[in-house]
């Protein structure tokens, strides 16, 4: 039905069928639940930015219904402030502390049966290890920084795998002569 090939695409081709010139809430809605059905929840942007797209596109805007919506979202978000700076791996004592963060928000949310937090903290786990991976190929590090980002990484996939046995893990990987060579003893 739709002829669109990109999302912001579809959210224009959508806005056009509903054949209106202002934009509120009603036309914001349906124009998420067109993009969920054709490229996935996760694909939703907020309404603020299909808002702007719409703008972008001579749509006038009824702004108060759609900060109303934004609000709404926001507010339904508890797990927001919990994963917004948890990834910190710029050095191997920043990375083990976060990697201590996300083992404890595991516990807690496998204490708690809360699968929505167990996701998010597995997906924050994995989005750690891609930056560690994505350092580790670019072509304009020194060395050393590659060898740390690509210690970081081995510790993402230990504890995504084993996250039980991570710590024990560790304690045995930084005093391995491997280790140590590379990074000396206070590491």
């Known amino acids: 039905m739709w002829e669109s090939r990109t999302k912001n695409d579809l959210i224009i081709e959508v806005w056009e069928k509903l054949d209106c010139e202002n934009v509120g809430r009603p036309e914001i809605e ?6 969920a059905e054709q490229f996935g929840s996760a694909a939703v942007d907020s ?23 934004y609000v709404e979202r926001a507010s339904d978000r508890p797990y927001d402030a919990v994963f917004r700076n948890i990834l910190r791996i710029d050095t191997l004592a920043s990375a083990e502390r976060t990697i201590q963060d996300l083992e404890n928000l595991r516990r807690k949310y496998k204490t708690e049966d809360d699968k929505q ?9 994995r989005r750690g290890k891609a930056a560690a991976t994505e350092a580790v190929a670019k072509q304009n590090i020194d060395g050393f920084t590659r060898l740390i980002n690509a210690e970081i990484e ?4 230990v504890w995504l795998q084993t996250p039980d046995v991570f710590a024990d893990w560790l304690a045995l990987r930084k005093r391995s002569a491997d280790f140590t060579d590379k990074f000396g003893r206070s590491s």
Do not use: C, K, N, Y
Request: proline share 2%; no cysteine; aromatic share 4%.
């Open 30 to 35: 349906a124009i998420e639940v067109v993009v």
């Open 47 to 69: 309404p603020m930015i299909i808002a702007r797209l719409l703008a972008d596109e001579g749509a006038e805007l009824r702004h108060s219904e759609i900060m109303e919506l």
């Open 117 to 125: 937090g167990l996701r998010l903290t597995i997906e924050a786990a």
């Open 154 to 157: 081995q510790w993402f996939t």
